[in-house]
């Protein structure tokens, strides 16, 4: 059972990035799929979640508007699309997936994919 993280990388203030998520080994459509965000010196936060069953889409008010999570069922896959891109959205980012629903707390999720690097330059 895996989750892959991929997309990241280096882009100037207001640009765009498509983050992926992979899932091996369980199916994303049974799990509600959260992307949290971990900047140095700063805890780990919740960005955005897919939810597993009504397919609820949440977002944290600093990316609400900026940031679009969508799932592909047949790719297995949790995409979040993040457009007008600022300094402060540099971090790492992270996937995870909870059987049962989307919550900001971290312990609850069952499993984590390994983070994908986000820079974002004024």
């Known amino acids: 059972v895996q989750l892959q993280a991929s997309g990241g990388g280096s882009v100037q203030s207001g640009g765009s990035l498509r983050l992926g998520c992979a899932a091996f080994g369980f199916t994303v459509d049974g799990y509600a799929i959260g992307w949290f965000r971990q900047a140095p010196g700063k805890e780990r936060e919740g960005v955005s979640c897919?939810?597993?069953?009504?397919?609820?889409?949440l977002y944290a008010d600093s990316v609400k508007g900026r940031f679009t999570i969508s799932r592909d069922n047949a790719k297995n896959t949790v995409y979040l699309q993040m457009n007008s891109l600022k300094p402060e959205d540099t971090a790492v980012y992270y996937c995870?997936?909870?059987?049962?629903?989307?919550?900001?707390?971290?312990?609850?999720?069952?499993?984590w994919g390994q983070g994908t690097q986000v820079t974002v330059s004024s």
């Open positions: 897919f939810s597993r069953d009504d397919g609820t889409t």
């Open positions: 995870a997936a909870d059987r049962h629903y989307c919550t900001a707390f971290v312990e609850e999720y069952d499993y």
